[in-house]
């Protein structure tokens, strides 16, 4: 599979961005594309990491002031599967949620 990048987050894992979950994101959250330097930031420095409550998928913030309009929480969704992070995507939020 190709990936676009390859981290190792705060805790250690490995995390890989798909070029399918890029595309995604690129078409979803089109604010979020502008600098993928933000999402590997905020895998390997975190603000917060939340495992929700359904359990297999990791929420990742960072907060980022300096981006335009309300919406400053950059939240990156990671699934793991055999020990490999796959990030699902990635968006901006106005605060953190749960």
Known sequence: MDYVFEVIDKTGRKIRLTKKQW????MKH???AINKEHIIETLKKPLKII???DGDKY?????YKQKE???KYLK???KYLN??????TALF?????W
Do not use: R
């Not at 929420?59 to 907060?63: G, K, Q, R, T, V």
């Not at 020990?83 to 699902?88: A, E, L």
């Not at 939020?93 to 949620?97: H, S």
């Open 23 to 26: 595309s995604h994101i690129t």
């Open 30 to 32: 089109p604010q979020v």
């Open 51 to 53: 495992l929700p409550y």
């Open 59 to 63: 929420y990742y913030y960072n907060y």
């Open 69 to 71: 309009g309300p919406k």
């Open 76 to 78: 990156v969704i990671v």
């Open 83 to 88: 020990g490999d992070g796959f990030i699902i």
């Open 93 to 97: 939020e106005k605060t953190i949620k």
